[in-house]
């Protein structure tokens, strides 16, 4: 596609649920990073993929928090027993990572709220 | 550790004048640095990046900054505001001595410009 492309846009639950959060990056682009915007802050890094692999998963805030990328291109965010603290914007972007000086595209988002 | 600082939560400014959107940061090898914009309900769009070379550098929409290593500052300018500028804007930094590092972002400067 020509952008990041995230679904769902908006997902309400009620605390305890499974979520999951797609992302479908620019065609080619081999890093993929999550980030988390609560309201009023800057997004907060939480994993990024280089292929299939989770490079760095260093800003997953515990671990009823997961992603994958089985093949190096869609991503999923999976949240566990979800709590309301864990409402936010959940954004996806991806890379060229051409030298490490590569900007990322951002997705717009998808909005989370755990009633 | 590296980090952002946007000392202003925001900036008003009437609509022809010039605007200053302030960035500090802090990184242990060299900084790669970067200004994102976000309008209401939508991701982050890229603006401009500096890699290396010359400390300023001209984006989209207008935008420049300025790159200043002595005093670890990253300045958003614009020689003559328009209302659509309206936005918040963040700040982000890499460490460019770690391929595939995480941009960390700033807080955010909300920008309102006002006919």
């Known amino acids: 596609g020509a952008g990041v492309s995230q679904t769902p846009s908006n997902k309400v639950t009620e605390k305890g649920k499974y979520v999951e959060l797609r992302c479908d990056p620019i065609s080619g682009h081999t890093a993929l990073y999550w980030y988390r915007q609560s309201l009023g802050q800057g997004p907060e890094f939480l994993i990024y993929f280089q292929g299939t692999g989770a490079a760095d998963d260093s800003g997953l805030p515990n671990d009823r928090f997961f992603a994958v990328r089985p093949e190096g291109s869609v991503s999923t965010l999976k949240i566990q027993r979800t709590e309301r603290g864990d409402s936010a914007v959940y954004l996806c972007?991806?890379?060229?990572?051409?030298?490490?000086?590569?900007?990322?595209?951002f997705g717009e988002g998808s909005r989370l709220t755990v009633l | 550790a590296q980090s952002v600082a946007q000392p202003e939560d925001q900036v008003n400014v009437a609509e022809g004048n010039p605007l200053t959107v302030k960035c500090t940061y802090s990184v242990s090898g060299n900084p790669y640095l970067f200004w994102y914009v976000q309008y209401p309900n939508r991701g982050l769009q890229f603006l401009l990046k500096?890699?290396?070379?010359?400390?300023l550098v001209k984006g989209s929409y207008g935008f420049e900054a300025e790159f200043n290593k002595s005093q670890t500052s990253f300045h958003l300018k614009k020689p003559s505001a328009l209302v659509s500028d309206s936005a918040l804007y963040f700040c982000a930094v890499r460490d460019g001595g770690n391929a595939g590092n995480m941009l960390t972002f700033g807080g955010g400067t909300r920008l309102m410009v006002k006919p």
């Open positions: 500096y890699i290396t070379g010359d400390n």
């Open positions: 972007a991806s890379s060229s990572l051409a030298g490490n000086t590569g900007e990322l595209f």
